[in-house]
């Protein structure tokens, strides 16, 4: 299934108690009275709202060092949070760790307090790995029971959650919270929503519609049997009127239109939505995926991609890589290949394990210009002595010529590979065609064992 789109929410910097203190005390002219850690921590404020992070830098550890000096120390934690903020806008790693040190001081002596939670917890999902999205999760979760009312906190717990796989039930709730307090916002307010909010609300509409089509018949059982839900199609006893099953899917595929009316090219819906409908109405699964499915799919999915496939030991670029090298040294006598393709190459996975047989041009093709980034950086910053890839093009295959990324006119190609790509294309004549005109020689390529509910074929 998709992978979920990671929710960007700002890092809120000053909290609105302390801004309305900061308004207050400047209109009453009573900074004078102020203490001296009062003081310093109004003034990194102000310096904070005009964009001085060094001047609200100095003001904030100031605060904290007058505080832990002084005859009685309160523990400033806002000024702890908000030098926690000054120091992740100011950038850097080390920067992030003294930020990531504030939040959890911050925690160990306010486990409530919610600005360090969703701060840190920001911070732990932005790092991708199962560890840190679980304790994001939680932090997400003290968030929202001190605070119901954030909808950036359930939305981000929902896609924690979505991301961690094992909870289906608690990510379909975060994501039906943060479309009610969203929705409720907007409805509260006399404007318009901004552009923005309306693709926040998509996001969670869609994220919805994925968790409920993901549900597996228990796990849909017990969630219509749930009388808050808000499934339609349950009646008010928590009985479904139809097979439980069946509400889920259809719930699923409201929530991917409502995604789509407010966001018509939100091409991941639209697949999702068709793909639902083909399998519910017994037609046969849609063929291609869109190039726009794969793309915003793939973008999305980049940041996180080498990591998750880590996470699940995917060994499809090694053994191709194999496959390549057993070619070159019993069907070669070992002389390398004259040119290669990495069809679909992704973040350039594969490409460490072919570099060393291909002693001409090896092109990278794929259709997410993020993944291609991704493998645009498997150069010599990473410790690879040179750039891997002579050719980077963000192309889809079928529109590909040999003339994209080979040096002559009449070059062809002499090694394609395609790792966990034939999938995206279903019926594969179109595709061979499009190879067979490079030229190759020779194809690797894998694909997936299926059950056999999935098809007859076994694959
Ligand atoms: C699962 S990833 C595999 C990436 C890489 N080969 C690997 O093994 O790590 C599938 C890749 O195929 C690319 N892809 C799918 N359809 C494509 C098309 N029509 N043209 C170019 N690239 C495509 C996607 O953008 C994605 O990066």
Known sequence: ????????????????????????????????????????????????????????????????????????????????????????????????????????????????????????????????????????????????????????????????????????????????????????????????????????????????????????????????????????????????????MTVCDENAQNALRIALQLEPEHAQAEHMLASLVASSTGASAMSKASPAFVRALFDDFSTSFDQKLAELQYAVPTLLGEAASMYVQQRRGGQPFSSALDAGCGTGLAGPHLRSLVDGTLAGVDLSQKMLDKAAELTVSQGIPTPLYDALLAKDLLQLQAADFLPHPTDLVDLITAADVLVYFGVLTELLHAFGRLGAQVLIFSCERASPAETSTGW
């Open 1 to 244: 299934s998709p992978h979920p789109l990671l929710m960007r929410m700002p890092t809120p910097r000053l909290a609105l108690q302390d801004m309305l203190q900061l308004l207050v005390m400047l209109a009453s002219c009573s900074c004078a009275a102020a203490n001296p850690v009062e003081q310093a921590f109004l003034i990194g404020l102000s310096a904070y709202e005009r964009g001085d992070l060094e001047a609200a830098r100095a003001g904030f550890e100031e605060c904290i060092a007058l505080d832990a000096k002084s005859e009685s120390p309160a523990g400033r934690t806002d000024c702890m949070t908000n030098l926690g903020s000054v120091l992740i806008d100011l950038g850097g790693a080390d920067n992030d760790k003294s930020a990531e040190l504030l939040y959890r001081s911050v925690l160990d002596v306010e486990p409530s307090h919610a600005d360090a939670a969703f701060n840190l917890a920001l911070m732990l999902q932005d790092q991708q790995a199962e560890g840190s999205t679980r304790e994001a999760a939680s932090l997400y979760e003290r968030v929202v029971t001190a605070d119901p009312g954030r909808w950036d906190a359930w939305a981000n717990l929902a896609t924690a959650l979505q991301r961690l796989t094992d909870r289906p039930l608690a990510t379909c709730r975060a994501f039906q919270k943060a479309i009610i307090r969203l929705e409720a916002l907007h409805e509260a307010s006399d404007a318009e929503p901004a552009a923005e909010e309306v693709a926040h609300l998509a996001q969670m509409y869609y994220g919805l519609g994925i968790s409920l089509a993901n549900l597996d018949s228990a796990k849909c059982a017990e969630f219509a049997a749930d009388p808050d839900s808000m499934l339609v199609g349950v009646s008010p006893g928590g009985a479904a009127t139809a097979s439980s």
